[in-house]
């Protein structure tokens, strides 16, 4: 389960940051990826909802730490 | 009576987006979708020699999300660093103030631009400082001279707060937040020469009483409608024009359009899955503003402008007016097509028929709405269709970026988006009703004035339904016919394929050697027999199964196959499929020791399309009789095999 979002998360990733290389991991945070600034979240966050279908709240994506976060999160959501 | 091959095909999934949903604009369904491999198609662009801004435009003319437009904005950028590298797109500087946020814009809109031959250029205002940028002269946008300045406002950093039932005060709000984006306009005008692009004010979901609202003055509805009604009535007669973001957010759903949480978290003013739409609209209006509005609508006719096949239905047979939900939906399109011709678009007929087989539903069908005399150049041969629309081009004097074309098959749509990109070619859904709808949402008509002029300007270009000879054709079909990825299956007559061989058999008149027709039960005797050589010919390609196209029945007499009947679906012809299917015949005629083959031409109205056809196929002529029919023959061993871009299937 875990390895499929980390998966469908990586392509989101290089997409929004047009960086086809980019491999993740789940202690990568924001100072980790070069154009990961609080207008590029957003733009994240919204791939993310779009890419794994589900609606994240304001407080939701603004807490997130890491990577990790973000895939524990996803992971609560579509663990229903 | 529908088109068999072409019904079938209809039924297979293509993978398409169906504009029936709410995603007809936020997927912008009327482009074609990204290729797989566009990311590295946007990295080939840098750092190639000479100028890049065709292929750009290639790029930017697919369905591209938010995230892609990004990447190929990046590009643009880095390409607009070396001189050059963005000819031929045309610059345009535009300056951006709102009170919401302008970040997420800017990509879109410069990536989107490309799309409509623009090389666009974005100066961002300081966020809800629009009066400071305007009144400034030294301010950014004043100082960049740019051609136009974008006032993208929201409804909720304008004094427009609600005040329901104060007749008085509402009036006094919208004329203050009017009074405000007068001293914008004028300040841009002043201090930086440049018009600007007003929008209107997408309304609110939320109601406060309900359907009073709308009457009740001070309530929000009441406010941005009144806010809007006058916004236009100002800018009549300015230099400024009007974006109508509020008609845009009404196409889609206010409620989709508008998404709190993202106003919430960085002032967001849509949803951010609009932006492709946003920038596609912000685009064709600078593109319009530039000239590069499209002018003329070439219409295919078969499946496009009636249901049917008028070569093989017949005038009764195709399927066109009231009273039957299929008809009506073919005399939309065509009504639309009048509408366009009303305010000046020119018309143009494009269509693998015979020239009077194609005229004969404008001049005889009661419930066509076109006619002839609506039709500047009619074009109806069986020429490709790239050659012909670039022959309508040059006799309109219009260019190929002036041109659109209404085209059910997308085998053909992709032909003319390869050989001619410059031509604009809406992807359809597969239902009728909705062709109209795609086509008029991407905007290819947009206008920035509308004169008396405009209304003429179709008469201007003597509706006389022209045809005119083509010179030579075009280039690298057989490139694109490589790329369709056909693959062709061959089976003997078989109980599986019966009826529709026979339904073949007995409907196909213009791809059609022999017109002969046989009953199902006679078809049936044909597969056992060891006298004859039979064919049920299927054909796929990247778009889908086309189904069975072809049929072929030989004779045997001694050590000859007499071709009784050879037919084949129209819609796959120029496809190179009939040499395939000679190959096929020739390599089992060999196997049963078969020396010669026979071929009969037998005219009737409708199949002269096929009069030459075993001569272009190397047979040569045994004899001519008075009524036009003809014989021909073909040696086995002198066959040479002409290696069509087409795969046979091993079954």
């Not at chain 2, 209006?285 to 078969?302: F, M, N």
């Not at chain 2, 597969?527 to 086309?546: I, M």
């Amino acid at each position: 389960m875990e390895d499929g979002i980390l998966t469908k998360l990586t392509e989101v990733f290089r997409d929004v940051f047009a960086d086809d290389s980019l491999v993740l991991s789940r202690e990568m945070s924001a100072t980790d990826i070069d154009g990961w600034d609080s207008l590029a979240h957003i733009t994240l966050m919204l791939s993310v909802q779009r890419a794994f279908h589900v609606r994240l709240s304001a407080s939701e994506t603004s807490q997130l730490q890491n990577v990790g976060a973000l895939i524990d999160l996803l992971h609560s959501k579509q663990g229903h | 009576m529908i088109d068999f091959a072409a019904s079938r095909s209809r039924q297979e999934p293509r993978g398409a987006i169906d504009p029936m949903s709410d995603e007809l604009f936020a997927e912008l369904s009327w482009l074609p979708r990204a290729p797989g491999d566009f990311s590295e198609r946007c990295k080939a662009l840098i750092g190639s020699e000479g100028p890049q801004g065709e292929r750009v435009r290639a790029l930017a003319s697919y369905a591209l999300d938010e995230n892609k437009l990004n990447r190929l904005a990046k590009v643009i950028n880095a390409l607009r660093a070396s001189p050059g590298a963005i000819h031929p797109l045309a610059p345009f500087r535009l300056g951006i103030t709102s009170n919401a946020t302008t970040h997420y814009l800017v990509s879109p809109l410069i990536a989107t631009a490309a799309r409509h031959g623009i090389a666009l250029e974005c100066i961002e205002g300081k966020f809800d400082q629009s009066a400071q940028e305007a009144l400034d002269p030294a301010s950014a946008i004043n100082r960049a001279r740019p051609d136009a300045v974008l006032l993208a406002l929201d409804y909720r950093g304008l004094p427009l707060r609600s005040m329901p039932g104060d007749a008085a005060g509402a009036s006094q709000a919208i004329a203050a937040a009017l009074e405000q984006l007068d001293a914008i306009r004028n300040g841009f005008r002043a201090n930086g020469d440049a018009i600007c692009i007003l929008q209107t004010l997408a309304r609110p979901v939320e109601t406060s009483l309900g359907s009073l609202d709308l009457a009740l003055p001070g309530t929000p509805r009441h406010l941005v409608d009144g806010f809007n009604r006058r916004l236009v009535e100002r800018l009549g007669g300015s230099q400024d024009f009007l974006l109508d973001v509020a008609g845009l957010a009404e196409s889609v759903g206010l409620a989709e359009w508008h998404d709190p949480t993202l106003w919430n978290i960085g002032k967001i003013p849509f949803a951010n899955r609009f932006l492709p739409v946003y920038a596609d609209f912000v685009c064709r209006l600078i593109a319009a503003l530039r000239g590069k509005s499209r002018r003329c609508l070439v219409l295919d006719l078969d499946n496009t402008l009636w249901g049917g096949v008028i070569g093989d239905d017949g005038l009764p047979g195709i399927v066109l007016g009231q009273g039957d939900a299929t008809g009506e939906a073919f005399l939309n399109v065509q009504r639309t097509a009048l509408e366009l011709r009303e305010r000046g678009v020119v018309l143009a007929v494009c269509s693998k028929n015979d020239d009077e087989t194609a005229r004969e539903p404008f001049r005889n069908h009661p419930e066509m709405l076109l006619r002839e005399h609506h039709v500047a150049i009619f074009q109806a041969n069986w020429n490709d269709k790239a050659t012909n629309i670039r022959a309508i081009a040059e006799a309109l004097s219009l260019g190929l970026e002036s041109m659109v074309l209404l085209d059910d098959s997308p085998m053909e749509r992709g032909l003319v988006r390869e050989i001619l990109p410059e031509v604009a070619v809406p992807e359809l859904p597969d239902d009728p009703a909705l062709y109209a709808r795609t086509m008029l949402a991407a905007g290819y008509f947009e206008a920035v004035t509308f004169s008396a002029e405009d209304q003429r300007r179709a008469d201007i270009y003597q509706e006389n339904a022209l045809h005119i000879a083509l010179k030579e054709s075009a280039t690298g079909i057989d490139d694109y016919l490589r790329s369709l990825g056909m693959t062709i299956h061959f089976r003997p007559f078989d109980p599986l394929g019966r009826s529709r061989i026979a339904q073949l058999i007995n409907k196909s008149n213009q791809f059609n050697l022999t017109t002969r027709r046989y009953s199902e039960a006679q078809i049936a005797r044909l597969e056992n027999d060891p006298a004859f050589f039979t064919l049920q010919v299927r054909l796929t390609d990247s778009f889908g199964d086309n189904g069975m196209i072809c049929a072929v029945i030989c004779a045997r007499n001694q050590q000859d196959w007499q071709i009784d009947t050879w037919l084949m679906s129209c819609r796959v012809l120029g496809r190179m499929v009939e040499h395939a299917v000679l190959e096929e015949i020739v390599r089992n005629a060999r196997l049963q020791g078969i020396r010669r083959l026979i071929g009969t031409y037998l005219p009737t109205q409708r199949n002269k399309l096929v009069e030459e056809h075993y001569g272009r196929l190397g047979f040569d002529l045994l004899e001519r009789a008075d009524d036009g029919a003809t014989r021909w023959e073909l040696a086995v061993d002198k066959y040479l095999a002409r290696n069509p871009p087409i795969t046979v299937a091993q079954s």
